[in-house]
């Protein structure tokens, strides 16, 4: 069977994220409104999809002044930030393992004549030298975590993530940050942090999808695709959501289907995943069903969203083949992606893919899947340990990502952002409950006999044209048939959109 392609060229793919989609899909373009001045989740979408959303990678004034807003928002958390950090400094250069560390650092001897240049250099040398030696004690120690928990050496991992802790700091460099993150002080003084950051949450939202590209590349791809498989003569489109959270994927959806005169219906999927669940939803269900309805209602769109769980979705889809032959049947799922602040068990996912290739066997739809872990990429990993350092490979990379785009008065800020978004995915307890899901068998197989939408290659330059601003990031192309559209951090991969059809 001939492999469909998505993600056909539409422009600039700036053009396509900020404004409107290109012609090849007919009317199903994106314009945003332009109003910015309420960006409050709580009473409009608009804020997200302005015609001045800035790319994917902005430049440093546009990111200097998003991110000074931000940093007006934030109050008083830099004050909270800078004790809690400096308390956790005592707590480090008065422990036995920071006192190990120093005495690992030979210091030179004072020459006898030094002018003040040299002394300033004999200083810098020494934290740098001071510095490295943290961050290789930092890895060796996360290593050993990782192969104690693979042989069950329990006391052992509890003594290393205990030094860990000694080493670890919320304000350090990567790997500093993500042991703070997996140390027994998160715990303590990271709820702390969390609390202080979600008082600010709306601001923080709105900042970091518009200045990160991961949810954006995500929800575009995954339209994208939607749009293109649907048939001219479909009057009615289904599309039911795996994980709807905020409903910040379907605004553009909204648009696209009122310009096509065609009715939308959004079914929710309501999963309890309490033991992945770190983090509390922002917004409930019923907060999101009211802002997509009014925002379809602007439109004049006629939008219906519900919430089902798996056994009432099965025999609503089951009583649905009986019925209307005009409508197109989607099954979305986006998951792991950072601005969602919660993981997701596989299992689920799986479960999830199953009822979608059964529901459109011998019927018109599509599947599109973004994935924003890196569960996937680490199957043929040997053990626990080598699927630990897969995880912390991954979360290094989208910790240095974030970095790189923060200017260093903002640590503030960043330090906000990285326990709302990153700190929920870092946990040895959730990475070993996916661990034992993918010896386990559960790990998505390649299209579930649904046929593979393949990657546009002319897509695929465009995207690279965009992105050649910034070496750092890059769009491939994988999938064993080429169905996969990747984002890439310095070689990591950080998202992967692909998509089947019926």
Partial sequence: MTQQEFLQPSGPFHTVINSTLDDELGTCDFNFDDDTSDYSLTSNFSYLFSNEMIPFLPCDDELQAMMNEFSMELGNFESVFSDKVKDFGTSFDNSEGSLSLLSQVSSPSTPTKSSEASMDSTVTFLGEDMEIDNQLGVLHLLQAYGEAVEKEQRELADVIIRCLSDKASPAGETLERLAYNLSPDFEKKGDYLMQESRKNFEAAFKAFYQI?????????????????????????????????????????????????????????????????????????????????????????????????DFEELVWEMKRKKKGCSKEWSVFNCIVELPHMGRSRSRKHVIEFLQVAKEMLCGSGGIVTLGDGDACEKLIGSSGFGSFFEGYLEHYQAVLESMKTSFHTQLAGARMAMECLFVAPYISSHCWLQKWEEIRQGYHLQAGFGLEKCEVSKDFLMEAKELMKGESSYEVTIGGHSKNEIILEWRGTPLVRVSAWRS
């Fill in 212 to 308: 990160f590209p991961y949810g954006r590349f995500a929800h575009f791809a995954a339209n994208s695709a939607i749009l293109e498989s649907i048939p001219d003569d479909a009057e009615h489109v289904h599309i039911v959501d795996f994980d709807m959270g905020e409903g910040i994927q379907w605004p553009s959806m909204i648009e696209a289907m009122a310009r096509q005169n065609r009715t939308l219906r959004l079914t929710s999927v309501k999963i309890e995943d309490s033991e992945f669940a770190r983090v509390p939803r922002q917004w409930s269900f019923e907060e999101t069903r009211t802002q997509l309805c009014d925002y379809a209602r602007d439109f004049g769109l006629k939008l219906k969203v519900e919430e089902m």
